[in-house]
């Protein structure tokens, strides 16, 4: 199985504060092999230039790779931009990569607590 995670999850685990998560979400990190979309280093790199966060995306990669095991995506772009195109709920060119990677994958489970992901990735969990 597997699940992938958006930015926000993905910062708060390497910090180790995943307050609120569901038990199926818990589940969920504890069992599957857990991914990130290559868009999620792109949005964690502007996050921390406009010092939203204090960790560099690369930072943050090494972290969570080398501690938690959570894995760099490796699907063909081409494979993703095209699942992309029919996310027409958003504007938001992270939110719609991050779900048509998921989406790419299997439908693969997305780790997230953005409601407006959920409200329209029925795979998306918190």
Same mark, same amino acid.
């Given at each position: ?5 958006? @930015? ?22 504890? *069992?599957?092999?857990?991914?990130f979309?290559p868009?999620?280093?792109i ?8 010092? =939203?966060?204090? =960790?560099?995306? +690369?930072?943050? *990669? ?5 501690d ?8 063909? $772009?081409s @494979?993703v931009?095209?699942a992309a195109?029919d996310?027409?709920? @958003? =504007?938001?060119?992270f939110? +719609? ?7 790419a994958?299997? $439908? ?10 959920? =409200?329209?990735? *029925? +795979?998306?969990v918190?």
């Amino acid at each position: 199985m597997i699940a992938y995670l958006d @930015t926000n999850t993905l910062i708060w685990l390497a910090q180790g504060s995943l307050d609120g998560i569901s038990p199926k979400a818990d589940r969920l990190l504890k *069992q599957a092999d857990l991914l990130f979309s290559p868009m999620v280093l792109i949005e964690l790199e502007y996050l921390y230039e406009i010092k =939203r966060i204090k =960790r560099t995306a +690369r930072d943050i *990669q090494i972290k969570v790779e080398h501690d938690l095991g959570v894995r760099l995506c490796d699907l063909p $772009f081409s @494979t993703v931009a095209s699942a992309a195109l029919d996310e027409k709920w @958003t =504007r938001d060119p992270f939110d +719609r990569l991050i779900v048509a990677n998921a989406k790419a994958n299997g $439908f693969a489970w997305l780790i997230s607590a953005d409601e407006e992901i959920a =409200r329209n990735y *029925q +795979r998306t969990v918190w």
